[in-house]
T-cell receptor
Framework: GESVGLHLPTLSVQEGDNSIINCAYS??????FIWYKQESGKGPQFIID?????DKRQGQRVTVLLNKTVKHLSLQIAATQPGDSAVYFC???????????FGAGTRLAVHP | DTAVSQTPKYLVTQMGNDKSIKCEQN?????MYWYKQDSKKFLKIMFS???????INETVPNRFSPKSPDKAHLNLHINSLELGDSAVYFC??????????????FGPGTRLTVL
């Protein structure tokens, strides 16, 4: 069946370093992918998205890379800050009707 | 100025009870959703409504019944609560499902604990 998963359940980085969070997806028909950030006690917050006709998209301090050949998605955070500490989810739109399929999540811990 | 709000934030109840969680969005969106997040943080869609009409209904026990009195509200009623229903429930909304790739905005969640 369709699924979206992550390679690393926990990622620890030093403040100021760059972070890379990876995600593998299995539905090759998916054409839209999103990264969400979830802070403790809060709901998921949209970070950045990318369509399958692109392989890279940049936002403010964040970049999403899409490799359709190996069905891999990554989120890069530049100059990671303590406020970036959260659980990050990749998600794909599957089956129409804006149905989001979420991956398992990666916890990012930023140390001073 | 909260965009998507849910009440209550915490809900503790006994097995077998019936409870409701309310959701409201003031974004003027047409579509609303309910998600369940389990203890391992896994998020899964349960339902979505567009203009008060059910459009996504995942494999959810029929003890769960969403109700949409208008397009700004989507409530979740749960009958005969079971231990396995303990989770965090998130409401979300998006502008228009027609293009089927609209950003979903999530509420703060309701933590349900069934004892």
């Amino acid at each position: 069946g369709e699924s979206v998963g992550l390679h690393l359940p926990t990622l620890s980085v030093q403040e100021g370093d760059n972070s890379i969070i990876n995600c593998a997806y299995s539905n090759s028909a998916s054409d839209y992918f999103i990264w969400y950030k979830q802070e403790s006690g809060k709901g998921p917050q949209f970070i950045i998205d990318i369509r399958s006709n692109m392989d890279k998209r940049q936002g403010q301090r964040v970049t999403v890379l899409l490799n359709k050949t190996v069905k891999h998605l990554s989120l890069q955070i530049a100059a990671t800050q303590p406020g970036d500490s959260a659980v990050y989810f990749c998600a794909e739109i599957s089956g129409g009707y804006n149905k989001l399929i979420f991956g398992a999540g990666t916890r990012l811990a930023v140390h001073p | 100025d909260t965009a998507v709000s849910q009440t209550p934030k915490y809900l503790v109840t006994q097995m077998g009870n019936d409870k409701s969680i309310k959701c409201e969005q003031n974004l003027g969106h047409d579509t609303m959703y309910w998600y369940k997040q389990d203890s391992k943080k896994f998020l899964k869609i349960m339902f979505s409504y567009n203009n008060k009409e059910l459009i996504i209904n995942e494999t959810v026990p029929n003890r769960f019944s969403p109700k949409s009195p208008d397009k700004a509200h989507l409530n979740l009623h749960i009958n005969s609560l079971e231990l396995g229903d303990s989770a965090v429930y998130f409401c979300a909304s998006s502008q228009d499902p027609g293009g089927d790739t609209d950003t979903q905005y999530f509420g703060p969640g309701t933590r349900l604990t069934v004892l």
